[in-house]
């Protein structure tokens, strides 16, 4: 058994970030542990730019916003057990792991956990059809092309139009293939429009919405794949299908945060958002297990992950300091047009809190209401709100208190 | 002559309307100056970042990440895209280095590590 007092699992974004933040709290035994023989995750197959405009002031690719915090774990000599694997959790903070030197079990006083998230795959949307291939997720796709530089395909179809398949698709173009259409199975698209422009309308690449994937078609390579437009209720509408010759398909449609450690661990889960319930300072309902970044709640951007991170850092590093220190309880509600809000619970309220949260359906100009009961604590306004964008709302300390009952918070379209 | 755009430039994504008047360029929806910019250059000379990657040829399956320093003509992004297909580098190559000089006017940059 080795002894640290913080261990974090998984060092992309989120597990750099809070390193670096419980370290600068104080807590200088903290170990990050990787499966892959270096630190960034999954930012080091995003080689595209758009990272760290918030955060850092700059726009910066993956690999590059990846670097900075890198460097910052390196300064700080926060060891790294690279190649490394964690195959279980316990809830009195014993992390089970493996390398080349064998197993490894380590007793820390906080964990944080900061795995990230996998692709939902084919065979969770069950699309009809044989198995050749050709058939990848985007980010597997994107790891392949990017990391290893191997041709994925030549003619290629994409479902789902969030941002990894729209950035795919521009990926594929600008690497030589042929990418005939992004198909959306909802009457919008998830991605950010700034995606929309620069990597379908710049390359005239088809979006076709409420369509959907029927029949991969191929025996050994994939050879086509039947499109059809859904209806209200997201079903094929038969005479709508059709035929598009193709060699790979990219499926591009939901991330799930990897929480399969969590789960085996006994950490209560919020079947909404796919990740631990968690207090304002990223902490479970297990005292000094936190998590933060995807693995958490699925985020659009990584400054707000690093954020979130050091939320968790900052947290596991007083609750080695300090102890189990949550006296309230304050439940958070999702209302009308929101789908979740984190945190679920506010333990503490001498300090602001900011609440993180999406909402249903794309909705024009909107209001924000923070409400407690019949007291509305604090409101927003909005000029626009979609699923794919999480919005951020402040309630200030000074409203959280005396509070009994669930805080809510819901939209109004103006 | 108004055209609808939306901003590239950050992932804000600001819906921008460019009027085009004579050799005036006026720009409604932009939330900062880079917006402004940006459909004045869509208007005159559309520009674009081109991100990709380079083989390293004395590593196994490996490719380091570039960019383009500044952005390229925009019917010059696949010409960049050409030059770097050719391209190999041999580790290590830390990032910042670069990688080929002026290429349609931008040199290009590795934006990762290898060693």
Known sequence: ?414 | MKRKLICIICPRGCSLCADMQENQVTVYGNACPKGREYAINECTNPVRTVTATVRVFNRYNTMVSVKTCVPVAKDKMMDVMKVLRETQVKAPVHIGDVILKDICGSDIVATKTVY
């Open chain 1, 1 to 414: 058994m080795v002894y640290h007092d913080i261990v974090i699992i998984g060092g992309g974004p989120a597990g750099m970030a809070a390193a670096v933040a419980a370290y600068d709290a104080g807590c200088i035994d903290v170990v990050i542990l990787d499966r892959e023989p270096h630190l960034g995750g999954i930012l080091m197959q995003c080689i595209h730019n758009g990272f760290g405009l918030h955060k850092l002031g700059k726009e910066l690719t993956g690999p590059e916003y990846a670097a900075v915090y890198e460097e910052a774990v390196r300064k700080r000599n926060i060891q790294v057990y690279a190649e490394t694997t964690v195959t279980a959790v316990s809830t009195d903070k014993i992390v089970t792991a493996q390398n080349r030197n064998g197993i490894l079990q380590i007793q820390a006083k906080a964990a944080i956990l900061a795995m990230g998230c996998r692709e939902r795959s084919r065979g969770a949307l069950n699309i009809c059809g044989s198995r050749p291939a050709g058939v990848y997720s985007a980010g597997t796709a994107q790891k392949l092309v990017n990391c290893m530089g191997y041709q994925v395909g030549k003619k290629v179809v994409i479902l789902g139009s969030g941002d990894i398949g729209l950035i795919m698709a521009r990926r594929m173009h600008w690497e030589g293939a042929k990418v005939e259409a992004v198909c959306e199975i909802m009457p919008y698209s998830g991605g950010l429009p700034r995606n929309i422009a620069q990597c379908l309308e710049d390359f005239d690449i088809p979006l076709y919405l409420s369509t959907t994937i029927v029949q991969i078609h191929g025996k050994k390579r994939l050879e086509g794949v039947t499109i059809a437009q859904v209806d209200d209720k997201r079903q094929p509408i038969e005479e709508t299908k059709r035929y598009i010759p193709c060699d790979t398909l990219l499926l591009s449609v939901g991330l799930i945060p990897e929480n399969e450690l969590t789960r085996s661990a006994g950490i209560p889960i919020d079947p909404i958002t796919n990740g631990a319930f968690v207090d304002e300072n990223c902490q479970t309902k297990i005292p000094g297990i936190f998590a933060c970044g995807n693995v958490l709640q699925v985020h659009d951007l990584v400054d707000y992950v690093s954020e979130e991170a050091e939320r968790a850092g900052l947290g596991a590093a007083k609750f080695v300091s300090s102890g189990e220190n949550r006296n309230h309880s304050i439940e958070t509600k999702a209302g009308y047009g929101v789908r979740y809000v984190l945190p679920q619970t506010i333990t503490a309220t001498q300090e602001d809190v900011s609440l993180f949260l999406r909402v249903t359906e794309p909705f024009g100009k909107v209001k924000f209401s923070v409400s407690n009961g019949e007291n509305i604590l604090t409101t927003a306004k909005k000029l626009k709100a979609t699923p794919g964008e999480m919005e951020k709302i402040t309630v200030k300390a000074a409203f959280l208190q005396n509070i009994t009952g669930p805080i809510t918070v819901s939209l109004e379209a103006l």
